[in-house]
Every structure is written in C-alpha cells, then in structure tokens.
Nanobody
Framework: QVQLVESGGGLVQPGGSLRLSCAASGIIFSLYDMAWYRQAPGEERDFVAGIESDGSTHYEDSVKGRFTISRDNAKKTLSLQMNSLKPEDTAVYYC?????????WGKGTQVTVSS
C-alpha cells in the first residue's frame, strides 16, 4: 500500500520558518519525481516546488530564494524548508510522487502564516 504522509505544518509568524516532511512507503522512492503543491481556501491546488529522481529542482517563482526542496532516498523522505514566510503562503501543503506508471498524493498539512 502506497502512503505519502506529510508533517511539519503549523502556525508561524510572518518572516518565520517551517520545515515540512513527507514520508513515503510502498514505492521505490528513488525512482519517483517528487513535488510539493499547496491549496489555499477557495483556490486551486498549485505547484510549489519539485525535485526529480536525478535531483534536479524546480520552483514556482514566488518561492524562489525562500523555499528549498530536498530528498533523502535512503530514508524515503521529501522535505521542504520554508524561510521568510508570508501570509500568502498560508495553505494546505501536499506531497506528490510521480512514478513510472502512477502518481500519488498525500493528505496534506496545514501551514498558517499569521501574526
């Protein structure tokens, strides 16, 4: 059974930092392209950052220079270090894994940036 389980969300003040993690099981993690998406209330789910199986990274423009995506294939873990957080970063953050045949989503973790 494939599972992607996000953790690390919470409430943080503007300018603060959070580190999200996504623990994968049931997949050959090293073969998967992984990504973080986010969805704010009333909005569509949008791409935030991605890391391919070869380690190449991609970022949505508004998070470049503030967020860093990384992966640990040995631990089957995807991470997102988020610095200089802004209120507009408030959303549910989802982990996505895209493999040779299927794509999988986690259930999300809430990030709220507010004073």
């Amino acid at each position: 059974q494939v599972q992607l389980v996000e953790s690390g969300g919470g409430l943080v003040q503007p300018g603060g930092s959070l580190r999200l993690s996504c623990a994968a099981s049931g997949i050959i993690f090293s073969l998967y392209d992984m990504a973080w998406y986010r969805q704010a209330p009333g909005e569509e789910r949008d791409f935030v950052a991605g890391i391919e199986s070869d380690g190449s990274t991609h970022y949505e423009d508004s998070v470049k220079g503030r967020f860093t995506i990384s992966r640990d294939n040995a631990k089957k873990t995807l991470s997102l270090q988020m610095n200089s957080l802004k209120p507009e970063d408030t959303a549910v953050y989802y982990c996505k894994g895209v493999g040779p045949r299927f794509a999988y989503w986690g259930k999300g973790t809430q990030v709220t940036v507010s004073s």
